[in-house]
C-alpha cells in the first residue's frame, strides 16, 4: 500500500513561500495498492493529483469525510469526472434528512459552480457509508462517524498488514467524557488503534484551543495524546492552520514534543510525501 499526500492545510488553501515545506493544498490523500486507487477527500490538492494520475486508472473511489468546504472545493477540478471513460465512485458519510446526492448537488450548481452533478461526464456512483466495512479491490476499509460538527467519517484503510488512519477533522476534548482516559469510550480509537500510521487533526496550539472549543479540531497535545492512547507507529499531524507558516509549524512541533518521551514518531504532514507500507 503507498500513501501520497496531495493536501494537508486545514481550512482554506494558503499557498506561498512562507508555505513551501508543508504546502498549501486543502486535504487529499491518495491511496494506491495494485489497480486500487483510493482518494480520500476532495481538497484542492485534488487538482495536481488528477493531473498526474496514471491514465491506466480507469476506476476511481473517492470517499469523502465530510462536505466542509475545505475537503470537497476541488471536487469540480477532478479532471476524472470530465472523462466519460473513467469510473468514479464518491463516498461520503449519510445523515438522516438528506442524501447524500443532494448534499454533493448544492455545490455542483449555481452560485458556487457552474457545472451540475448530472452533467457530469463520467457520470459519478454515489455511496453513502455509515459505520461500516467493505473493501475496494484488496483494500478494506472501515469506516465510523467521529466527532466533528456535521456528520463526519473516519477511514481505517487497511492492507495485508498494514493500517493507515485517515482523522484529518477531529475534536477529541468533545468526543470523550474524559479524554485522555477510557480508550473505548474516545470518538476515532476504533479507525486509528494500533495503525502503523495516523493522519489527525492538530491545528491548534494548547493555548488557542480554549478559544476555539466546538470548532471541531484538536490541539497538538492531544493528538499525540491520541496516538499515545491508540498505540499507533507513527503520527503525521495534519490540517495546519492556514496562517501558520512552515517555521511555526516547526516550533509548534518543537514546542509539543521536546519534554515527552515517546514510543512512537510524531512528525507534520507535509504535501507531496509518500508513505510505502508491505
Ligand atoms: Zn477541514
Ligand atoms: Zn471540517
Known amino acids: 500500500m503507498r500513501v501520497k499526500v496531495w493536501g494537508c492545510r486545514g481550512s482554506l488553501p494558503a499557498s506561498g513561500p512562507e508555505n513551501n515545506t508543508y504546502g498549501g493544498n486543502t486535504s487529499c490523500i491518495q491511496v494506491t495498492q495494485g489497480d486500487t486507487c483510493i482518494i480520500l477527500d476532495g481538497g484542492s490538492g485534488i487538482l495536481r493529483l488528477g493531473k498526474f494520475l496514471s491514465p491506466e486508472i480507469k476506476e476511481i473511489h473517492v470517499l469523502l469525510t465530510h462536505l466542509h468546504m475545505d475537503h470537497t472545493m ?3 477540478f477532478f479532471i476524472p469526472l470530465y472523462n466519460p471513460n473513467i469510473k468514479v465512485h464518491l463516498y461520503g458519510p449519510s445523515t438522516s434528512n ?3 446526492v443532494n448534499r454533493l448537488r448544492r455545490y455542483f450548481s449555481p452560485p458556487l459552480f457552474p457545472v451540475r452533478l448530472s452533467e457530469l461526464p463520467s ?3 454515489i455511496h453513502e457509508l455509515n459505520k461500516s466495512e467493505f473493501s475496494i479491490g484488496e483494500v478494506t476499509i472501515q469506516s465510523e462517524f467521529i466527532c466533528h460538527p456535521g456528520p463526519t ?6 492492507s495485508g498488514k498494514s493500517v493507515f488512519a485517515y482523522l484529518p477533522d477531529h475534536e477529541l476534548q468533545m468526543g470523550a467524557s474524559n479524554f485522555p482516559n477510557y480508550p473505548e469510550w474516545t470518538s476515532g ?6 495503525a502503523d ?29 491520541f496516538g499515545k492512547m491508540c498505540g499507533v507507529k507513527k503520527l503525521a499531524l495534519f490540517h495546519h492552520e492556514p496562517t501558520r507558516s512552515d517555521e511555526q509549524l516547526e516550533y509548534m512541533l518543537k514546542e509539543s514534543t521536546q519534554h515527552l518521551k515517546l514510543d512512537f514518531e510524531v512528525e507534520l504532514c507535509a504535501e507531496g510525501t509518500v508513505y510505502e507500507f508491505e
Not at 480509537?189 to 494500533?194: D, L
Open 74 to 76: 476541488g471536487l469540480g
Open 98 to 100: 438528506e442524501p447524500l
Open 123 to 125: 457520470h459519478p456512483i
Open 153 to 158: 467519517l473516519g477511514y481505517r484503510i487497511m
Open 189 to 194: 480509537y476504533e479507525i486509528a488503534k494500533s
Open 197 to 225: 500510521l495516523l493522519f489527525h487533526d492538530a491545528a491548534y496550539t494548547s493555548k488557542e484551543y480554549m478559544t476555539k472549543i466546538g470548532w471541531g479540531h484538536s490541539s497538538v497535545r492531544d493528538a499525540i495524546a
